[in-house]
């Protein structure tokens, strides 16, 4: 049992918040230093640089020590320096083409030189790692975090030395059974260091976190709560509005935390006007900036109500696969890209499936207008009734709502997707419903789940997990793997809860450029029949309060392998991963542009 088995237990109970004490709140508005760029790599398929061979950690010998022989008789049998490289942020996959099935364990190594000065103090910090990371700095372990899509951090103010310092990650992206995903997706396991590296480095004591939102229901008071790292953990701390001409301020208690509410007279965000306001988060010893929105988000019986109003998502769903390059997504041109082509869809809104996507991704929807749907990848048939799966769930939630906690386009946190019915699954989801919302009161909770046929026309949405949730998600594929596009002429809908219901997904696939008449599959053609009797289909559904077709553009997956269509691409996107669209994106434009001026279906 690797040394992850402990680490993960003691991460996992406490996040992977052990090491540095919490999540570092907003690292884009903090002094850092970025690590991005080439590092040093070895790739080792069978953790040699872990394990001797009895299979035993072995960390003297290991790879993370950064030995050189110390003479020419000594046996060293590694070497970063003639080692080949990679880019980091990125996945590993597409950096190499013997990489891009690669399943297994890559060490990442960068050198750095830093001057701190006395009382101040070091993170390094990671956007996120596909799927297990253990680090060390300068020989020694740092820690571990397993979750492939939440950002984490390490504190190395004692171990960091002004001149040649080595970093060194040990990346693993094996699919495991008690994962989370666990081992069957249908997206492809970009391993690697996937997202940006930075050092971040604080005054001895400083404003780590801080959740700053309107409280549940109000429009104009302001709740949330600050919460400081350090010695001097006691401080009258203020939190500004300058704009709105608020100010709150508390004094922090002998845990460094401190309660913030007060009106504020506010413009609320909103798709149509997303207005941001600078918040700066002032201690006696330190200061922060965010850029902030402020809204409602409810339910009202069978409607969604964002700052009081019904309103209808206008969605889409979509991978963090790059645009163009393909890969895993990460950068502020991948975000521009692909939530542009969301805009040019007339939505107001994205379903960000299947995991947490690159920060960048939650601040460009708050400054866009697009509501987002944010989920963990408790996806298919993972272990239910393993209290190490759900422990990682969990974590990856509480690491998700950590992060995004004051996006205002945030406004549905999923649990699940496609998520076979069962009582071991019922009590996981329920339980991490139950723990979001101790979490985050203020967002509403949904789920993508799946319907079954009560009788041959009448799809049911009856999942027990219902009942716990206060937006229903469902997907589903009339016209696609259940039955031809007409069927959906045939099909009602029903459900006994009295809750709104976002089609989290339909659709069918197609190549781009592919034509031909209406009953060939993969053509253009077929595709835009997929969606003309969908939605059709969706039209008649009574409690229907949005939708989010699969999928905005073709992404790459394992599963998909039919030569000449799909190619390890799963074809549903509406867009070419070339950037190409396809005739069904002009059908959903046109529906989501008459939803925009006629109002919603109904
Ligand atoms: C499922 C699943 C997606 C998958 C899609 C498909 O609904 O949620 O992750 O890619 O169907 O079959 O294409």
Not at 294 to 312: A, D, M, Q, V
Not at 447 to 463: F, K, R, V
Request: net charge negative.
């Amino acid at each position: 049992m690797r040394m992850v088995g402990v680490m993960a237990v003691l991460m996992v109970a406490g996040g992977a918040w052990g090491q540095s004490g919490g999540p570092i709140q907003n690292v884009a508005g903090r002094k850092t230093v970025s690590l991005n760029g080439s590092w040093q790599t070895i790739v080792d398929p069978f953790l040699t640089g872990y394990y001797d061979y009895r299979w035993q950690p072995d960390a003297e010998h290991g790879f993370g020590a950064n030995r050189k022989p110390q003479s020419k008789s000594e046996l060293v049998e590694y070497d970063y320096d003639r080692s080949a490289h990679l880019q980091v942020p990125g996945d590993w996959n597409m950096q190499r083409p013997e990489l891009l099935f690669y399943e297994g364990a890559i060490w990442y190594k960068r050198d750095f030189d830093y001057k701190l000065e006395p009382g101040r103090r070091l993170f390094v910090h990671f956007g996120a790692a596909n799927y297990h990371a253990t680090v060390l700095l300068n020989g020694k372990l740092l820690g571990e975090h397993v979750g492939g899509f939440t950002p984490f951090s390490f504190e190395i103010t004692a171990l960091v030395r002004e001149k040649g310092n080595f970093l060194i990650a040990m990346v693993e992206n094996q699919r495991r059974m008690e994962g989370v995903p666990t081992v069957n997706t249908d997206w492809w396991n970009y391993g690697g260091l996937t997202r940006d590296v930075q050092l971040v480095e604080e005054p001895e004591t400083f404003v780590q976190d801080y959740s700053i939102q309107l409280e549940k229901g109000s429009r104009n008071r302001v709740s949330g709560w600050v919460r400081l790292n350090g010695t001097r953990l006691g401080q009258k701390v203020t939190v500004e509005i300058p704009e709105a001409g608020a100010a709150f301020a508390v004094t922090t208690d002998e845990r460094g935390y401190a309660k913030v509410a007060g009106e504020a007279q506010l413009t609320l965000w909103s798709p149509e006007n997303p207005k941001l306001y600078e918040v700066v988060v002032e201690a006696e010893t330190d200061r922060v900036r965010d850029s902030i929105g402020f809204r409602t988000i409810e339910t009202s019986g069978g409607n969604i109500l964002l700052n009081g109003k019904p309103i209808f998502l206008r969605g889409i769903t979509m991978h963090a696969e790059a645009p163009y390059r393909t890969g895993r997504a990460w950068s502020e041109d991948d975000a521009r890209t692909l939530l542009g082509w969301a805009k040019e869809l007339h939505a107001n809104f994205v379903r960000l499936a299947h995991y947490p996507h690159d920060e960048r991704m939650v601040r460009l929807a708050d400054r866009m207008g697009l509501l987002v749907w944010a989920e963990i990848p408790v996806y298919w048939t993972i272990q239910f009734g393993n209290p190490q799966t759900y422990a990682n769930a969990e974590n990856q939630l509480l690491e998700m709502i950590a992060r995004d906690k004051n996006r205002a386009s945030v406004i549905l946190w999923s649990m699940a997707n496609e998520t076979p019915l069962g009582e071991a699954r019922l009590s996981f989801l329920s339980r991490l419903v139950e723990r979001a919302r101790r979490e985050d009161p203020t967002r509403l909770i949904t789920a993508a789940l799946q319907a079954h046929y009560a009788d041959e026309t009448t799809e049911m949405m009856d999942d027990p997990l219902g009942q716990f949730l206060d937006v229903l998600g469902c997907n589903e594929y009339v016209g696609w793997y259940d039955g031809p596009p007409e069927k959906a002429d045939r099909i009602q809908w029903k459900t006994p809860y009295d809750k709104p219901l976002v089609m989290s997904e339909f659709g069918g696939g197609a190549l781009q450029g592919y034509h031909g008449d209406e009953l060939t599959i993969f053509t253009e053609e077929f595709q835009s029949r997929v969606y003309q009797h969908q939605i059709g289909m969706l039209k008649r559904i009574p409690f229907l309060r949005g939708t989010s077709p699969w999928v905005l553009m073709d992404f790459r997956s394992p599963k998909r392998t039919l030569p000449g269509i799909q190619d390890y691409f799963n074809r549903k996107g509406l867009i070419s991963e070339r950037g190409q669209k396809k005739a069904a994106f002009f059908v959903m434009q046109q529906f989501y542009e008459s939803v925009e001026k006629e109002g919603p279906p109904r």
